[in-house]
């Protein structure tokens, strides 16, 4: 249980190390309402605090405290800190402390009010009042990592007791999918808001992960003919299967341009119900933008020589495609995925639309244009008017769409205006930040709900990759599963 304690974080001096422990505005402000309302007074550190730091007063009547102060905790005037021995949790800690003794958010909060930034600052105070530098937080992705060496507790497949990610990952995929889903049905009935967020959590990244599995699986195809090698367990390639495709209103010559050597290429997988039962439809995955391949200069003095033009830029075709859908300009690939939209939408049929980077772009085109599911990953933008460019409807809406990306990324900073981020990113350089926003200004923002990954390493271009969203998702469920089983 919660033991918390509700404190003016910008009057009261606060250890450095409980910083790590400050809750989450939205659990903060859920917890407070479920308390009876006289009971509050007694969780202030300092309640002679409250009225100066609020500017609100408690005694008028007819007023709720708990009302007062969850709005508070919205603020950022007020925080609540929990004191229990509980394990650390994203899912309701706001911050934790990394390897550098930095405090570090674990998300933003919704509202725009809220001192993220201003808090760490305190943080900073705190450290030198104190003049102590608390221990990285212990979170619980490493504590995941460590029962995995522990043989002898690991659970038989069914166990009713599963509690870990190392657990899970001793049994078939069947029985790892069915084990995550009764971990999730267990979470969503816990008493403890913590496990409910988690489960809420868990549900989504069991299904964004297998999405994302096969955006990065279509990267893998060399011939449309044929199957694409190296499918992920529990899927299969039916892009060349006449009759399935069919009842999706689909047929094979729709997802490439080229039999010999695609530019534009989509894949059909269809997933296996001994494993996923029927929680999983078939998906139509998108490709995304491939590196550019230079010809060499021989190559290109031989073009000159008997064409008069430069030889051509391998897989330059991704490129310009992706520019001309941002700039609101003619793109055939973009063309194509909403005719596939199209015509899922006219089949009738529950199907699911994914991919990545530019294959995240045309996924969301496709899922606009047919009001299917899409599941994207550090996505390409997508222009207002690009659907019915191509003569499609707009049946879906962005709310259908899971727009998952890795914080830090390249597409997404370049895409999105973040003033603050970018002036850091320009070590406060004026000039490159003004042009830099006004690039992000003319180019559309990945369409659907964000998802923001933390965890993602390297540079910007590195984290743009599919594997380290795959990664991040991935930690994210063993961290949850912790969670919940941690409340079981």
Known sequence: MYHIKIVSIFRENVPPAQFERIMRPDIAAQWVMSVPDNTVRSLFSRYDQFQPTTRSSPYQSGRDLRKLVAQEFWYGNLVAIDESSRPWSSTTELYYINQKGELTPTYAPRSLSFPLGSIIVRYGAM?????????????????????????????????????????????????????????????????????????????????????????????????????????????????????????????SSMLYDNPASPDFLARVYKPDPAVFGSDMNPTVVFRGSREPEFASVGDNLSSLWSKGELAPVKNGADWSNNFAQGMGKNSTYYQSAVTIGDKLAKSGQSVDIAGHSLGGGLASAASMASGKPGWTFNAAGLHSSTVEKYGGSVLGKTDDIQAYRVEGELLTKVQEVNVWEDLKTMKGLPVPTLLKEGVSALSPNAAGIPHDLAGGTGSALERHGIDQAINCIEQQKDEDIAIIGSRL
Do not use: F
């Not at 212990?138 to 522990?150: D, G, H, Y």
């Not at 659970?155 to 657990?167: F, I």
């Not at 999918?177 to 403890?192: E, F, H, P, T, V």
């Open 127 to 251: 450290v030198r009042v104190y003049r102590t530098l608390p221990p990285p937080t212990v979170r619980p992705a490493q504590v995941v990592k460590s029962k995995a060496a522990i043989g002898p507790e690991l659970a038989t497949p069914g166990k009713d007791t599963l509690k870990t990610a190392a657990q899970l990952k001793a049994m078939t995929k069947a029985e790892r999918w069915q084990a995550r889903k009764d971990l999730i049905s267990k979470g969503n009935a816990s008493i403890y808001p913590d496990a409910q967020i988690a489960a809420k959590r868990l549900a989504d990244n069991n299904i964004a992960v297998e999405k994302a599995k096969l955006a990065g699986n279509v990267y893998k195809t060399v011939n449309p003919l044929e199957a694409t090698p190296g499918v992920p367990e529990g899927w299969s390639d039916i892009s060349n299967d006449a009759e399935a495709l069919n009842k999706l209103g689909l047929k």
